[in-house]
């Protein structure tokens, strides 16, 4: 059963940095497209960048080009999500999901794992 965890939340005033990671067990990176979507209080859930099963094609809602960047360490079946010159509207809960492609709609994914909160503030 694929699962998803992520870590690496917290914290940090504007202008700072995160990475997320987010541990895959029950499949391997190259079987499945893997992205983060986030969720603000009181708002809809946010796609924020996908990369397909072999992360050839990667793709970045256009409120985080340029400041986050997503990676993966087939070694570890990790998926990371780098995010710099963070502001408080990042703020939100960060899920990572799955899915065996990169959804249309951005957060039609199959699979999620619990989130892990990050807050912009000083």
């Known amino acids: 059963q694929l699962q998803l965890v992520e870590s690496g939340g917290g914290l940090v005033q504007p202008g700072g940095s995160l990475r997320l990671s987010c541990a895959v067990s029950?499949?391997?990176?190259?079987?499945?497209?893997i992205g983060w979507v986030r969720q603000a209080p009181g708002k809809e859930r946010e796609g924020v960048s996908c990369s397909n099963s072999n992360f050839g094609d990667t793709t970045y809602a256009d409120s985080v080009k340029g400041r986050f960047t997503i990676s993966k360490d087939n070694a570890k079946n990790t998926v990371y999500l780098q995010m710099n010159s963070l502001k408080p509207e990042d703020t939100g809960v960060y899920y990572c999901?799955?899915?065996?492609?990169?959804?249309?709609?951005?957060?039609?994914?199959?699979?999620w794992g619990q989130g892990t909160q990050v807050t912009v503030s000083s």
């Open positions: 999901a799955a899915a065996w492609g990169c959804p249309y709609d951005n957060i039609g994914y199959d699979w």
């Open positions: 029950g499949t391997t990176l190259n079987f499945h497209a």
